[in-house]
């Protein structure tokens, strides 16, 4: 069995790994948008790097679309508004009266042929979930789309005001994310929202200078050990938002992978194991998780546990896990080797990232973030301040030092016995 004693100089190597990954994947490859040429260039980085340690690999590829924006023009009678274009909308140049929706009832009366359509205030209060968009789908999100739809306006413009507990950090955030969505749409700062609202009836001209571009992506997956029933996974999505280094949002759980298959790259254990790059996380289709998903269907009894990295490597505060479905022993096995570990917490249950895949399939898992979860959601993901400066590269070696004590520890006959526990 590959020793877990590691000594100060590989610890100390390790290290100096997880800062040079860091800034390959957030400052080398400049952007991880899903179809973009550094979303390839970072699946690439991942394959290699896991393959160099003895892992079999997989691509799953998916067709998707990349998207490129250049800036909105929007005038008034004269008068400027600050605009941008909403992500994978079509472009537009338009000439329109304006019309100003406040709410679902006001659309449903609404005749919006040949006009531009403000969506402000209380229709504007939460971002829609896109039309396709398949693990979470309100009824209320299908009825707008659907309206607006049969409306036919000619541009759309959602005024949107700051709501982190839905948005993130994003203000204003974009009320409309949908490539499948096929009105050309537009978002601002609810107080430009409020300004443009006093030219309700007037011409509005909108030039927005937005392309789609077909493109692809793919999952990696990268697997060791011996083709059995029975496998642990670990995930870590690997696409970022257009915009964003995407340094904790989730550079830091990719690294987390690269530096576990190097410390596994003698492992020898009775357990498949199966390193998951997921892509798609934050993209409007989630393509990678819907292909992973669909090509384990009937097979995830497999899956004895599930481990998922996103949000990991704060410097502030400490490292957080959550248990989902664990039997008590494999439980209370999990807290005392994750105990061993310098900032390391057992946090609270969250469900805003892909371990969400095992528990709706009725898997056990665990998921590592960072303690200030609210406040990076809150202040910093999908934002520029997402850097590689707000990382310490050494929590995400101290990570991968945790799950390899912790998949070693699973390989106990015994203690895989009644692992799995009902997901409530």
């Known amino acids: ?7 100060a ?12 990954y860091l800034h390959k994947l957030c400052v080398e490859i400049p952007t991880r948008q899903v179809g973009s040429q550094g979303n390839r260039d970072a699946t690439d980085l991942f394959a290699d790097v896991v393959a160099s340690y003895g892992f079999r690999i997989e691509r799953q590829e998916f067709d998707c679309m990349d998207w490129t924006e250049d800036g909105v023009d929007l005038v008034v009678d004269g008068e400027r508004f600050e605009a941008h274009a909403s992500p994978y909308s079509l472009g537009c140049k338009v000439q329109a009266p304006l019309d100003v929706i406040s709410t679902v009832k006001e659309l449903e009366a609404a005749d919006l042929t040949g006009k531009i359509a403000l969506l402000q205030g209380e229709i504007a209060k939460e971002q829609l979930m896109p039309k396709i968009f398949p693990f979470y789908n309100p009824d209320e999100h299908k009825a707008i789309y659907q309206l607006l739809e049969s409306r036919q306006p000619s541009a759309i413009i959602s005024a ?19 490539g499948d969505f096929d009105i050309p749409s537009i978002y601002m700062t609810d107080q430009e929202g409020d300004r443009l609202s006093k030219f309700a009836g007037r011409q509005v001209t909108l030039a927005s200078r937005a392309t789609r571009i077909p493109s692809s992506g793919s999952n990696v997956i990268g697997r060791k050990g011996p083709k059995t029933d029975e496998k642990v996974v670990f995930f870590a999505h690997i696409d970022a938002k ?10 830091t759980g990719v690294i987390i992978l690269m530096l576990l298959s190097e410390l596994l790259a003698d492992y020898d254990g009775e357990l498949e194991i199966e390193f998951v790059a997921l892509n798609g996380e934050d993209y409007y289709a989630a393509p990678g998780e819907i292909l992973w998903v669909q090509s384990n269907q009937g097979r995830f009894e497999q899956i004895i546990l599930g481990f998922n990295m996103d949000g990991v490597g704060y410097r502030e505060g400490n490292t957080a896990y959550s248990l989902y479905g664990l039997t008590d022993e494999v439980a209370n096995m999990v807290r005392s080797e994750l105990s061993r570990l310098p900032n390391m917490i057992e946090g609270q249950p969250w469900y805003q990232s892909d371990h969400s895949l095992f528990i709706q399939n009725g898997r056990p898992a665990v998921a590592f973030t960072s303690d200030a979860f609210d406040a990076l959601w809150t202040e910093i993901a999908h934002t520029l301040k997402d850097r590689p400066e707000i ?13 390899k004590a912790v998949l070693y520890r699973l390989g106990d006959k015994q203690l895989n016995k009644g692992i799995i526990s009902p997901i409530l």
Do not use: C, W
Not at 160 to 177: D, H, M, Q, R
Not at 242 to 251: S, W
């Open 242 to 251: 257009k915009g964003t280094p995407g340094a904790i949002d989730n550079a």
């Open 9 to 20: 100089s590989q610890i100390n190597e390790l290290n100096n790994k997880s800062q040079s």
């Open 1 to 7: 069995m590959t020793k877990l004693v590691h000594n």
């Open 160 to 178: 949107t005001s700051k709501n982190p507990s839905l948005a993130g950090a994003v203000y204003p955030f974009p009320l409309i994310e949908d």
């Open 391 to 403: 990382i310490d590269p050494a929590r995400l070696v101290d990570v991968a030092l945790g799950l």
